[in-house]
């Protein structure tokens, strides 16, 4: 009887310990180029993952901040699990949502803010002018927001069904590069779809023009970046992921509280020396310009992409898209 009650408190003791799961001791956070990523900075300098964790009971975790030029890498890495949060835009989001049927998912929006299609062609004054003499540089062909977006113009501009008219011109570079390539008309490339502060720094150059705006072509302000995360991450490490939405949240108000500091905080961390504070406290002011955790338009983009068939299924709200952590607001 000795025995056989020992036998089964062993046996108990294993199913248990089976079923607990340690959380991950290590998180990676994926992030592109430009000032829009300004909370995920202050996340990283202030280290603010870690001082929530610790409230949260869970010390000595750690934080790795990975910068990428495009959304290919980041769904690649969210889908594998080699990423575990990612930075991204709207379509990438969506596009992930349908791919793996919901189990990656947006953690709240980041930054609303315009995206700038600029060139440097004297011919081209509309996005019916660009023709295959026309090199136009995006994060990601295809699949990125600014790809989405030339499809949704090409689609106003020459029918639903000619909406990857423009597709062959785009060329994929990150922000940097595509600005080098941009202001040395190397490689071909006489436009952008930009950010800032790229933007600013191409508008400047002699015969660079605006063609049109993200916001133009959505018919107002729209979420360009969101924090994504896998389902089976947010359960399978809940104080990590509450950490690092937390972790956010603040950011977001840190920023919003002195964008002086944060201006600053930047171009230490991006090296921008052609950019001075004032002038990243006037783009990051502007009335277009938000900090926020509220989802803008992003339900719209997957309509678009339901329609052209980029999506095979499409979410039924907005809410479809993100955890419930989110604000639970915005469209």
């Known amino acids: 009887m000795v025995l056989h009650k020992a036998l089964i408190a062993a046996v108990l003791a294993t199913i248990t310990a089976a079923g607990v799961r340690a959380e991950v001791s290590e998180i990676t956070i994926a992030q592109q180029y430009g000032v829009s990523f300004l909370p995920l900075i202050v996340m990283e300098k202030q280290g603010l993952v870690e001082k929530r ?189 509450k950490a690092t939405f937390e972790a956010l949240s603040e950011a977001i108000d840190i920023v919003n509280r002195d964008k002086h500091a944060a201006a600053e905080l930047y171009r230490e961390v991006a090296h921008d020396t052609k950019t001075t504070a004032a002038e990243i406290v006037v783009m990051i002011s502007d009335r277009n310009y938000a900090f926020t955790l509220v989802p803008q338009k992003v339900f719209a983009t997957a309509q678009f992409m339901a329609k052209i068939g980029s999506i095979k299924n499409a979410p039924k709200a907005v809410g479809d898209l993100f955890f419930p952590e989110s604000s639970g607001k915005g469209d």
Do not use: C
Not at 83 to 109: E, M, N, R
Not at 155 to 168: R, V
Not at 185 to 206: C, D, M, W
């Open 53 to 241: 964790a610790k409230q949260l009971g869970f010390s000595g975790i750690t934080v790795k901040w990975t910068k990428v030029a495009g959304p290919s890498v980041m769904n690649d890495g969210l889908i594998s699990g080699a990423i575990h949060f990612a930075a991204q835009g709207a379509p990438s989001l969506i596009t992930l949502w349908d791919k793996t049927h919901g189990q990656i998912k947006g953690v709240s929006a980041l930054t609303t803010y315009p995206l700038y299609l600029v060139t440097r062609n004297p011919e081209v004054k509309t996005i019916k002018d660009f023709t295959d003499k026309d090199k136009i540089a995006v994060p990601s062909v295809k699949i990125s927001t600014q790809a989405i977006m030339l499809q949704m113009a090409a689609a106003k501009a020459f029918g639903q069904e000619n909406f990857t008219k423009l597709d062959p011109l785009t060329v994929s570079l990150s922000h940097p590069d595509a600005t080098l390539a941009f202001i040395n008309n190397t490689a071909g490339v006489n436009a952008h779809f930009s950010t800032s502060p790229f933007y600013e720094q191409e508008i400047k150059l002699p015969g660079a023009h605006l063609i049109t705006t993200s916001y133009e072509i959505l018919g107002g302000p729209a979420t360009a970046l969101v924090l994504t995360t896998s389902t089976r991450f947010r359960e399978e490490n809940p104080k990590a992921y």
